[in-house]
């Protein structure tokens, strides 16, 4: 069983997924633990829920971000963790902690990266016209949602879209593909080499996604 951790800033339903996942039978993974740096995310009281250790090292309680990072290193290091999960975790790691978990460090941002990168990336991807938006699970880099894509997955912009419709269908996919690239993981079958990842017997429909589809 991978020991996994997963931090979070928030409302917690990638991390919900993830639970949800880790407890179906056969699952090579299991959450160690959860840790916010807001005392408020209500993701902890899924992982609470669920028996899950949750932990709360508030930014704020730190000089520096180092400090901090090194509080989130020491209590990942108490559960043993193995991999760790970013689920909405709003803080931007320094290269110290993401070398340290280099390749043991996976987060999953809403857009099909390298498109939309940042903040407000549903409201880029209808201002900017694109047809497909998505969500992309990468292993994380020093440079903010960068690095060897594990998994992507897209969805269609519809014509009526804002930014809530949208973000409500990308996030249905974020639930599916967050527990697969932890599954892929956990089963050892994802191998980075020069900065792209090649899956060991992968497979996909091989279907293309239209929109429009006329
Ligand atoms: C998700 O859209 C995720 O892709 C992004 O932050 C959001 C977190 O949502 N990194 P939740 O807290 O998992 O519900």
């Given at each position: 069983m ?74 990942l ?14 803080r ?19 857009s ?46 519809l ?27 956990a089963?050892?079958r ?22 429009p589809?006329?």
């Open positions: 991978l020991k996994t951790g997963v931090l979070i800033s928030g409302r917690g339903s990638n991390l919900q997924s993830l639970i949800a996942a880790c407890a179906t039978p056969g699952f090579p993974a299991e959450i160690a633990c959860v840790i916010s740096n807001k005392a408020d995310a209500g993701g902890l009281d899924h992982a609470r829920k669920a028996n899950i250790p949750a932990h709360v090292i508030p930014n704020r309680d730190y000089p520096t971000r180092e400090a901090f990072e090194s509080a989130l290193d020491a209590k290091e108490e559960h043993n963790v193995q991999l760790v999960c970013l689920a909405g975790f709003m931007i790691l320094t290269p110290w902690f993401v070398n340290r978990w280099r390749d043991r460090l996976i987060n999953i941002h809403p099909l990266l390298p498109a939309f990168p940042g903040l407000d990336t549903h409201q880029k991807a209808i201002d900017y016209g694109a047809k497909l938006a998505g969500c992309t699970v990468h292993f994380v880099r020093a440079e903010m949602d960068h690095g060897p894509i594990i998994m992507q997955a897209a969805v269609p912009v014509n009526g879209d804002d930014e809530q419709t949208l973000a409500a269908r990308v996030l249905q996919a974020e639930h599916k593909a967050y527990p697969q690239a932890l599954r892929l993981i089963e050892n994802v191998n980075v080499f020069e900065e792209r990842t090649f899956i060991t017997d992968a497979t996909a429909s091989g279907e293309a996604l239209f929109n589809e006329a």
